[in-house]
């Protein structure tokens, strides 16, 4: 029976774990790449963070790069994809950088390098629980004449991209809801925006090009009567002598 418990997302690095203990761990069983049944080989490389895996048919170059990505990683893994290309002339040979996620400083220049020479770049999911952490890795680039279409690195990118492009829509949808800002207009502020029009009309203007913002009595009308909406400067300055 599966134990179903409740999960966060996370990374590698927050589990602890360093590009050593990456190493280590998918050198151990290297069919945790995601990349199919794999053995391991010798490489050309002793570095920690470097190691071989083959099938029947092929070689890859495995680099470990957690945290930010440096350049200098992309270049180690080209470099030992190169080298191991003479140690087994045997194996068609395919460089693979597994990363936490793959950097958009360098992604342009990843994707280009993928249209040359047979690269793969691999990144791992994590989904911590209360107890355990489940690593999964997903293809985040890959050239396109290294078939990877059967192996679960790749069936799990499909998942990885279903789920991003419906939390895409989703923003999308949200955006097209909300009115823009610029568009709501609050009871007062209509009322403001009345109130300065209606002074700024002609027939509120005297003599003086003043108009009467404070809505006092007019004292001049013709009809002799007292009217609230007065007309002007020459009304006030008889209120006020009075």
Not at 97 to 107: A, I, K, N
């Amino acid at each position: 029976m599966t134990n179903i418990v409740s999960g966060v997302v996370s990374t590698v690095t927050d589990l602890g774990k360093d590009e050593a203990w990456m190493q280590g761990w998918l050198k151990e069983q290297p069919d945790r790449l995601g990349l199919g049944d794999l053995e391991v080989a010798n490489g050309a490389s002793d570095d920690d963070r470097s190691f071989v895996a083959t099938d029947e048919d092929r070689c890859f170059s495995v680099d470990v790069q957690l945290g930010e990505m440096e350049a200098s990683r992309g270049f180690q893994v080209l470099d030992n994809w190169a080298r191991n290309r003479v140690l087994h002339p045997d194996k068609t040979h395919v460089a693979v950088l597994v990363t936490e996620v793959m950097s958009d400083r360098y992604q342009t220049t990843l994707e280009t390098l993928a249209e040359h020479l047979p690269l793969v770049v691999v990144e791992l999911q994590v989904w911590k629980g209360e107890a355990e952490a489940i690593v999964i890795p997903h293809v985040a680039l890959s050239s396109d004449d290294v078939d990877l279409a059967d192996m679960p690195a790749a069936k799990a990118a499909e998942v990885v991209a279903k789920v991003n492009d419906a939390a895409d829509d989703s923003e999308t949808d949200g955006e097209t809801d909300e009115a823009p800002e610029s568009e709501v207009v609050s009871e007062a502020e209509a009322e403001a925006a009345e109130a300065e029009a209606e002074a700024e009309s002609p027939d509120n203007k005297d003599d003086t090009g003043v108009g009467n913002p404070w809505g006092l009595p007019d004292t001049n009308a013709e009809d002799g009567e007292v009217h609230a909406s007065g007309n002007g400067s020459t009304g006030l300055l008889t209120k006020v002598g009075n």
